[in-house]
């Protein structure tokens, strides 16, 4: 299972060959993105990256929509958990 978070696209740049790369914020985090598989994307955009790749375009509802699932399952993470059951070893 992979959890992905949308990220902003600050800048744009073409390397040798042709290579388009973004750096992308993630909020905690600035990243480089491959753009060969979303040509369409530009400063401003929020991304999804995945193995350095940049693989889907999402609008900014959508975008903000994620992170605040994010932010909300960090949230729970981050609340102390009831204490497990002690196994009594009986079934």
């Given at each position: 299972?992979c959890?992905t978070?949308?990220?902003?696209?600050l800048?744009?740049?073409?390397r040798?060959g042709?290579?388009?790369?973004?750096?992308v914020?993630?909020?905690?985090?600035?990243r480089?993105?491959n753009?060969?598989?979303?040509?369409?994307?530009?400063?401003?955009d929020?991304?999804?990256?995945?193995a350095?790749f940049?693989?889907?375009?999402?609008d900014?509802?959508?975008?903000r929509?994620a992170?605040?699932?994010h932010?909300a399952?960090?949230?729970?993470?981050?609340?102390?958990?009831?204490?497990?059951p002690?196994p009594?070893?009986?079934?």
């Amino acid at each position: 299972m992979c959890l992905t978070i949308p990220g902003r696209v600050l800048k744009i740049q073409e390397r040798e060959g042709g290579t388009r790369m973004a750096e992308v914020d993630f909020g905690v985090a600035l990243r480089s993105a491959n753009l060969v598989f979303t040509p369409e994307v530009r400063v401003g955009d929020f991304i999804i990256v995945q193995a350095g790749f940049a693989t889907r375009r999402l609008d900014e509802e959508e975008a903000r929509e994620a992170l605040a699932h994010h932010a909300a399952l960090a949230e729970r993470a981050a609340e102390p958990s009831p204490p497990s059951p002690v196994p009594t070893g009986r079934a």
